[in-house]
């Protein structure tokens, strides 16, 4: 029987208010930088980015006695706090009467490869003080009545370690986090755009960056300069990389900031695709129940003619309806289970009716229809896994909406409050880039590459190939406390000396890109970067569609440095600087992976690399898939890594084995308490990154 759910309840979970910012610190000083006054800011340790990962970072730093900031492009309109699915999922350890060790959820969380195997055990580990923290803070898992967390499966996770608050658990996660960030005094800047890293000597000094509120005749570009002895990275992906991606609008990430400083970076061949709602609309991702409900799938024409196109796929209406149920746990796109007609042939098919110009929709108000020649759909006619799960959770309505308000209220709830009633309406969607699994190499304790930078969140590449739903949610939260301690621990939370010698060359260099008369335009460059990413480094690749792009990729950014960029008023400073860092991002990318295809690579993750000699073959029931033929992943990558970093104008690649753990050693009280105490634990060499 369907419970009816509160209005009051329903309103706490899916339209979830934000608190107020307090008032920013005032600056104390200025400086002539290249001919601009600009204000500075300084601080111990500043925080890049305002989502659940930073913000973790910054209150255990404050808890700790740390001098402490944020700075923020926007407080509360990155991907933490604008992002979700039908059940966000926080993926946390399990109890041993379900199977779960921290061992074997290491494995799991590792188990696409690509992963160093020491960062997922800490995960593992720190994933049971990261839940029990949020939970203290007022996080709203649920629970049953004796107190038991409630878990369901998820992608990758065979276990069921996955929780959630509803569609927007990490929503949550931001607003309880950052109730307690402006409890501890933290102060915020928010409206300033980190723009470019400064350094001496091998470290960080601190960072450049564009602040509208700031612009003045003396400083036309509205430049600030924040000094700190730490910096944290914590900015997210570079969400606008892809014009068919479910990031919220204006996600730059700081990988192009990271480039600019000579970071290394690691695993950026690897992302994330799935089904979801674009962000022309509301972007959202169409997992779990959105999918296990199994609405009908079609396609419209330009003339308005529908198209039923799973049923040139799927053999049986069964085998369709129970892969579409199936995308719920499997959803995003992984290269090999386009075989023997599974789950992302699915994808697939939606994205070859996309790249011909049609039209997808999910419509809650009809079954699927039958393949021809088959029975129509029945509850009666699905796998056993499918029907199974169904039964369980009582889910035996006659229509997929009917079904959907029982398994899960929110999810329509949540539409509603963007002005979408997918109760009345069908839904238009497509497969979109969703997360970027690579990012800044980092150590066990976060650090990058360059002395006093860390990087936590989607802007550290710590996720490996594939990863199991809501890893990510929870490693920005296990390393935000790492790298915390890890600050605190070394005596770099204190406010940095004077000086500001080495951020007037990059001032002079700011100015000096940015033409708005006869620089390479704005929206032009946005529209090419976005365009070759998606069209040539989406979910199907070819060696010479990648090669061809990362060519195109080097003319462009040769093009920005010898024209500079333009743009048309005084506000778009800021966004055209990271475009400048968008487009270095995208030949970085295609860089890495051109290296992967033409070193052998195979398919793996997000992406199937097509090619007539590869000997994985997609079947459809109206014969083999030719044309998206691919190789099929090679073990030997799984072990290993490719990293990146820029030297001057060129780009260096590497590849490292993934670190190891060994399983078999133990923790000794006696014999590894002095370490605690003392501070060794911190201490420990840096591994090489790259």
């Known amino acids: 029987m369907t419970q009816t759910i509160p209005q009051a309840i329903l309103d706490a979970l899916t339209d979830v208010d934000m608190p107020r910012l307090a008032p920013e610190p005032g ?7 290249a001919g601009h006054s600009i204000p500075v800011h300084r601080a111990g340790a500043i925080v890049v980015g305002s989502g659940a990962a930073g913000l973790r970072a910054a209150v255990e730093l404050k808890r700790r006695g740390g001098d402490v900031c944020i700075v923020s492009q926007s407080a509360w309109g990155g991907t933490s706090a604008c992002s979700g699915s039908d059940k ?14 921290f061992k074997a959820m290491a494995r799991a969380i590792r188990g696409g490869g690509a992963m160093d195997e020491d960062t997922a055990y800490i995960e593992a580990v720190g994933s049971v003080r990261a839940m029990a923290s949020l939970q203290f803070l007022g996080l709203p898992l649920p629970q049953d009545a004796l107190g038991g967390t409630l878990r369901y499966q998820t992608d990758h996770d065979e276990t069921g370690r996955a929780t959630s608050c509803g569609p927007r658990t990490s929503r949550l996660m931001v607003k309880v986090l950052a109730q307690e960030a402006l409890r501890l005094g933290i102060s915020f800047f928010n409206q300033t755009t980190a723009v470019r890293i400064l350094k001496q000597a091998g470290r960080v000094t601190g960072f450049l960056a564009v602040r509208p509120k700031d612009r003045s005749e003396d400083n036309p570009l509205g430049l600030a300069l924040f000094r700190c002895e730490a910096l944290v990275l914590a900015a997210g992906g570079p969400g606008e990389l892809y014009r068919d991606s479910v990031f919220p609008n204006g996600c730059f990430g700081s990988l192009g900031l990271a480039l600019e400083a000579g970071i290394t970076l690691v695993n950026i061949t690897e992302s994330q695709f799935g089904i979801g709602t674009r962000r022309e609309g509301f972007p959202w991702n169409l997992s779990g129940t959105y999918v296990q409900v199994i609405p009908h799938i079609y396609s419209v024409d330009d003339a308005g003619r529908e198209h039923h196109f799973l049923t040139d796929y799927y053999r049986s209406t069964q085998e369709l309806a129970s892969n579409v149920f199936r995308k719920g746990y499997q959803w995003p796109f992984h290269a090999s289970r386009m075989l023997d007609f599974r789950s992302s042939l699915v994808d697939l098919a939606i994205f070859r009716e996309t790249q011909a110009g049609r039209r997808v929709f999910m419509d809650f108000n009809r079954n699927p229809l039958p393949v021809p020649g088959d029975v129509p759909f029945s509850l009666d006619r699905l ?34 409050r963007y002005k979408v009633d997918i109760a009345a309406d069908p839904l238009e969607f497509a497969v979109n880039n969703q997360h970027m699994n690579g990012g800044i190499a980092v150590d066990t304790w976060g650090r990058s590459s360059l002395h006093g930078v860390y990087a936590v969140g989607e802007a550290a590449g710590t996720h490996g190939a594939t990863r199991p739903g809501g890893s990510a949610l929870n490693a920005g939260q296990v390393f935000g406390t790492r790298v915390a301690e890890h600050i605190a621990a070394s005596g770099r939370a204190v406010a940095p000396p004077e000086g500001a010698a080495e951020a007037d060359g990059a001032v002079a260099e700011i100015a000096a890109s940015l033409r708005p008369e006869t620089g390479v335009p704005l929206t032009a460059l946005r529209a090419e970067v976005q365009a070759r990413m998606s069209d040539t480094a989406g979910i199907l690749c070819t060696g010479e569609e990648v090669r061809a792009a990362l060519q195109a990729a080097r003319d462009l950014n040769a093009r920005i440095r010898a024209q500079g960029i333009g743009y048309s008023r005084a506000p778009e400073v800021g966004r055209a600087l990271q475009w400048q860092q968008m487009a270095l991002t995208s030949e970085a990318v295609l860089t890495a992976l051109d290296h992967y295809i033409s070193s052998g690579g195979g398919s793996r993750g997000a992406r199937a690399i097509c090619d007539p000699a590869g000997t994985a073959l997609p079947m459809a029931v109206t014969g083999p898939l030719e044309e998206v033929r691919f190789r099929p992943e090679r073990e030997e990558d799984k072990a290993s890594q490719i990293t990146l970093r820029m030297e001057g104008r060129a780009m260096v690649l590497a590849t490292r084995p993934n670190r190891s753990f060994d399983e078999a050693a133990k923790a000794v009280f006696e014999r590894d308490w002095p370490a605690w105490l003392t501070g060794a634990i911190f201490d420990l060499p840096q591994p090489p990154l790259d």
Do not use: K, W
Not at 88 to 101: E, I, K, R, S
Not at 404 to 410: D, G, Q, S, V
């Open 27 to 33: 600056f104390a000083e200025t400086c002539m930088l």
């Open 88 to 101: 966000q999922t926080l993926h946390t350890a399990n109890t041993a009467d379900q199977g779960d060790d």
């Open 383 to 416: 796998d056993d896994d499918v029907s199974r799960y169904l039964r369980n959770a009582g889910a035996d309505h006659a229509l997929p909406i009917d079904r959907l308000r029982h398994m899960n209220p929110l999810a329509i709830e949540l539409y509603r």
